[in-house]
């Protein structure tokens, strides 16, 4: 049984499969065509982390697909007052179709799918962040930008930059990622990355200088310097990450036809400046829209493996 946990699952077939059934689908929203790929499916969505984006979108995902979500968060369930997470699995799974987590450590949900019944999606933790790179190389095939691809991601070495790596490793093309010293990502995915990458001809430079990363690049992306959790660090971060912010002088290092994307949610004035995300550069809330319709080629095709 196929899950969707991190992109370093999957090969780059697989991806560009499940990114052309994405777009079959949205089409078809788009023209006021709702088929029931998955009739009367269940979806439970645990969340030990809060979200915007990644609530509405299954929901809506699952709904339009011809099923139903149920909305399960740490203070419903039994997982919040420290039920193993293995128990919660086999209970949760004997019951729906499908499960969508957005939790903290990578452990928990690798946990929760080795114990379920149905495939389980990851809808963020803290190493990875695989929905989130399918809705945006979506929305990059969508700009034309695809071919000859070259990405700077700006910022936090975090879970989107990792998901990043996964994503270029596979698919072959070119990533700058640029943080502060002390930010980096983590060795061991990127050890990962670049084990892939020896396969699919990717070109990944790590290093620290924002300018030199963004200098010619068709995508210029970054992500919020203060994730959930990391508050108190605040003051700290704010400081650090001084010179990173994706401004339009940074954009206009980027090649001419250079954009910009954010998963949101963004802080104007911190990692982006209000004239780039508001900007005819900004493809923002066209990514932000694609979660749902990425989201949707995911389920569908999970579904279709288990039919196989």
């Known amino acids: 049984m196929r899950h969707f946990l991190t992109l370093k699952d999957y090969t780059k077939e697989e991806i560009l499969e499940i990114l052309e059934l994405a777009h079959q689908i949205k089409t078809e929203t788009k023209n006021k065509v709702f088929k029931d790929y998955m009739p009367k499916n269940t979806l439970g969505m645990i969340f030990e982390k809060s979200s915007t984006r990644t609530r509405v979108s299954f929901e809506v995902g699952i709904y339009q ?8 968060s740490s203070n419903d369930i039994q997982l919040g007052r420290g039920e193993p997470m293995s128990d919660t699995s086999r209970v949760v799974s004997s019951m729906v179709d499908m499960v969508m987590i957005r939790t903290f450590e990578q452990t928990k949900i690798d946990e929760f799918a080795k114990y379920s019944k149905v495939p389980v999606i990851n809808g963020l933790t803290n190493e990875y ?5 399918m809705a945006d190389y979506l929305t990059i095939q969508e700009a034309g930008l695809d071919k000859d691809l070259v990405v ?8 989107l930059a990792h998901s990043w790596l996964m994503l270029a490793s596979k698919l072959g093309f070119e990533l700058r990622i640029a943080t502060p010293k002390g930010y980096e990502v983590n060795e061991d995915i990127l050890n990962d990355a670049k084990e892939f990458a020896k396969e699919s001809g990717a070109k990944i430079i790590i290093g620290n200088d924002p300018k030199e990363a963004c200098k010619d690049a068709t995508i210029i992306t970054t992500d919020t310097w203060v994730s959930m959790g990391q508050e108190e660090e605040k003051e700290k971060r704010l400081k650090d990450f001084g010179g990173y912010i994706v401004d339009e002088a940074m954009m206009n290092l980027g090649a001419k036809n250079a954009m910009f994307l954010h998963c949101l949610p963004a802080y104007r004035g911190y ?6 995300i508001e900007g005819d550069r900004s493809l923002v809330f066209e990514e932000a829209e694609n979660r749902l319709h990425a989201q949707k080629g995911v389920m569908v095709w999970l579904n279709k493996q288990l039919k196989k």
């Open 271 to 276: 990692e982006v400046s209000e004239e780039v």
């Open 152 to 159: 700077s991601y700006v910022g936090d070495g975090n879970n």
């Open 129 to 133: 962040h695989p929905v989130q790179l």
């Open 65 to 72: 697909l011809g099923g139903v979500g149920l909305f399960l």
